[in-house]
């Protein structure tokens, strides 16, 4: 059974950082791509980045300069790492994997961005 398990949410004044995680488990085969989505209230969710399995990353424009995605392979694991964050980025914030066409969700960690 595939899980993903988000942590590192939290709450942080405007201009601070926080790095989330995504650790995934029992996966049997290779993750085509991995992703980071958001979604704040009343908003619908939206992609904050990609990462596809050859290593290309696609930011938002509203995040680029500011987040960065990267991946441990050998602990099957990704990271965003958010600085410069903006109340604008509050919002609950989910890992995606991609693997044989299916889609596999975490539960999400909620990032609140308030002074």
């Known amino acids: 059974q595939v899980q993903l398990v988000e942590s590192g949410g939290g709450l942080v004044q405007p201009g601070g950082s926080l790095r989330l995680s995504c650790a995934a488990s029992?996966?049997?085969?290779?993750?085509?791509?991995w992703g980071w989505y958001r979604q704040a209230p009343g908003k619908e969710r939206e992609l904050v980045a990609l990462?596809?399995?050859?290593?290309?990353?696609r930011l938002a424009d509203s995040v680029r300069g500011r987040f960065t995605f990267s991946r441990d392979n050998a602990k099957n694991s990704v990271w965003l790492q958010m600085n410069s964050l903006k109340p604008e980025d509050t919002a609950v914030y989910y890992c995606?994997?991609?693997?044989?066409?299916?889609?596999?969700w975490g539960k999400g960690t909620l990032v609140t961005v308030s002074s």
């Open positions: 995606v994997i991609r693997m044989d066409n299916v889609e596999y």
């Open positions: 029992g996966t049997s085969s290779i993750i085509n791509a």
């Open positions: 990462r596809s399995v050859v290593g290309i990353i």
